[in-house]
């Protein structure tokens, strides 16, 4: 089983900075990454696919880059309604995993 | 617009039996592989099973192997998710999810 990691496990950003988030599994992915965001009471939405491409809902303060086992979501300027936790998973194979999130929250 | 609704979500006592439904709209559900995700405080996100669009390939998480299964009905646009021999530590929220779709979520609790 692949072992997805993410770093920090808090952010404290203030609004209008940028955001960097980390994940990284525990062998080769390709581009096989998804990036979820969960705000509280919600369901996650998919982010980001194919570790690079955005999804629809989503403006271009969001991207993602990354292959192999290093991959990064970054955020370039924080809005109020960035203020979530943002979560890795890989979809290489079978059993596809998440990681353990980034609470992105207020500085 | 996608819409994912899970409900059959509840109180069960261990060793009882659930069973989840999915019902989905806006989207062609009888092409889409489904997932059913669970989410609980200890043990965060965990995609515990999965299905092709026609029914024939399924995957599960070892944690539910044997236990849950999961079937579909194209015909009614709906994803099933039986669980039988429930554990505490199935209790969750269970979500259903498209390939970029997620479901609002059911709580069950075993207790």
């Known amino acids: 089983e692949i072992v997805m990691t993410q770093s920090p496990a808090t952010l404290s950003v203030s609004p209008g900075e940028r955001a960097t988030l980390s994940c990284r599994a525990s062998q080769s992915i390709g581009s096989d990454l998804a990036w979820l965001q969960q705000k509280p009471g919600q369901a996650p939405r998919l982010l980001i696919y194919g570790a690079s491409t955005r999804a629809t809902d989503f403006p271009a303060r969001f991207s993602g880059s990354g292959s192999g086992t290093d991959f990064t979501l970054t955020i370039s300027s924080l809005q109020s309604e960035d203020f979530a936790v943002y979560y890795c998973q890989h979809y290489k194979n079978w059993p596809f995993t998440f990681g353990p999130g980034t609470k992105v929250d207020i500085k | 617009e996608v819409q994912l609704v899970e409900s059959g979500g509840g109180l069960v006592q261990p060793g009882g039996s659930l069973r989840l439904s999915c019902a989905t709209s806006g989207f062609t559900f009888s092409d889409s592989w489904m997932h059913w995700v669970r989410q609980s405080p200890g043990r965060g996100l965990v995609l515990i099973s999965r299905?092709?669009?026609?029914?024939?390939?399924?995957y599960y998480a070892d944690s539910v192997k044997g236990r849950f299964t999961v079937s579909r009905d194209n015909a009614e646009n709906t994803l099933y998710l039986q669980m039988d021999s429930l554990r505490v530590e199935d209790t969750a929220v269970y979500y259903c999810a498209s390939n970029s779709v997620w479901g609002q979520g059911t709580m069950v609790t075993v207790s």
């Open positions: 299905m092709n669009s026609d029914g024939s390939s399924t």
